[in-house]
């Protein structure tokens, strides 16, 4: 580890810009997840079961996938194919995010994976852009979703029936909005543009023929193939990003 | 407040399958030095993930979504998050109403 952000802050602020960061995403969380406890009570759900299914699974794709399936007799095998689908993103995800989380030994490795949500990733990912991401930024940023996750989806089990439609007053754009916002802190540039538009083009379309949730995996893969063709300068070393100086 | 037994086991099952995609990346990439067009490819996943998420609502629902998106982008190079979710969900209630 020969490179180290131009300056060194201490843990506290560490705390502070991880929770700074987060804070917009749970404003944008909480209106999906009342809106998952409430969906899950028209199919019979207890707050308790709820409780369960956000504190365990802990992934609005999954959860929501998994709530459109149930029914009984339970169909275990639509669900862990459905879990799997929505799921096989995160490996991606990781892969990308791993080689900046050398900050991260033994459990903590394992702590942090249990975290990485869509968002949580998200910001993670920014930040090595700029600096290294420590322990305390990535659990005071990451375990606060987990917590308004599992708190909203419940409040929405119980309040449910008398919420009304999210659509009426557009807060089911909300994550739409909230991810466009995350997409801007990744540009770079032309290459980030045709990956944006093969990623798109190809969810968009798989969403109409085959359905969801195979888009997700279709965008992404294109994504990735864009990104290795229209690569600019794919020899130039990457002066900007620490974890190119690892090893 | 007693939770189903099948109920538990359908549950624990997503929770492992969710848990191990999570996990199989940091595992497989911990070591993982890449250069050149790889390196390129593993860059671009983040902003492929996330459009590839929400390609459908921006391309396929409508104009009031994807000319809110749009709108969304724009305030996507000034705004911080939170002014970026405020001009989204503004934008498609007022496109919402119009079309």
Redesign the interface.
């Known amino acids: 580890m020969t490179v180290q952000s131009e300056y060194q802050s201490s843990t506290a602020d560490e705390i502070r810009q991880g929770l700074a960061d987060i804070a917009p995403v749970l404003v944008a969380m909480v209106p999906i997840g009342l809106l998952f406890g409430a969906i899950c009570t028209t199919k019979g759900w207890a707050a308790s079961d709820v409780w369960l299914m956000s504190t365990l699974v802990f992934s609005g794709g999954a959860e929501f996938a998994a709530i459109g399936l149930w029914k009984w007799p339970i169909p275990y095998l639509a669900l862990f194919v459905s879990t799997a689908l929505v799921s096989a993103r995160h490996i991606l995800m990781g892969v990308s995010l791993a080689p900046k989380m050398h900050a991260f030994k033994g459990w903590r490795l394992w702590a942090a994976a249990w975290f990485m949500t869509d968002e949580a990733w998200a910001l993670g990912e920014r930040r090595a852009r700029r600096q290294t991401i420590t322990v305390a930024y990535w659990f005071f940023m990451a375990v606060p979703v987990h917590l308004v996750w599992v708190a909203s989806t419940v409040t929405g089990s119980m309040v449910g029936p008398m919420l009304g439609d999210p659509a009426a007053i557009g807060l089911d754009f909300a994550f739409t909005a909230l991810f466009i916002g995350l997409i801007a802190g990744f540009w770079k540039g032309a290459t980030t543009a045709w990956v944006l538009v093969a990623s798109g083009g190809a969810s968009a379309l798989v969403a109409l023929t085959i359905g969801e949730p195979w888009n997700v995996l279709a965008g992404a893969a294109a994504g990735i193939v864009a990104a290795w063709f229209t690569a600019t300068e794919p020899d130039e070393p990457e002066s900007s990003s620490p974890e190119g100086h690892l090893l | 407040?007693?939770?189903?037994p099948?109920?538990?086991?359908?549950?624990?099952?997503?929770?492992a399958?969710?848990?191990f995609?999570?996990?199989?990346?940091?595992?497989?990439?911990?070591r993982?030095?890449l250069?050149?067009?790889?390196?390129?490819?593993?860059?671009?996943?983040?902003?492929?993930?996330?459009?590839?998420?929400?390609?459908?609502?921006?391309?396929?629902h409508g104009w009031p979504?994807t000319l809110?998106?749009a709108a969304?982008?724009i305030?996507?190079?000034r705004?911080?998050?939170?002014g970026?979710?405020a001009?989204?969900?503004?934008a498609?209630?007022i496109l919402?109403a119009l079309f």
Do not use: N
Request: net charge positive.
């Open positions: 407040m007693s939770i189903d099948g109920m538990l086991l359908a549950i624990a099952m997503m929770s399958v969710t848990y995609t999570r996990l199989a990346g940091f595992l497989l990439a911990s993982l030095s250069r050149g067009r790889a390196r390129a490819a593993i860059d671009a996943i983040p902003p492929a993930v996330l459009f590839a998420l929400i390609a459908p609502v921006v391309l396929t979504e809110a998106a969304a982008g305030a996507a190079l705004l911080p998050l939170l970026v979710i001009i989204g969900i503004a498609v209630v919402r």
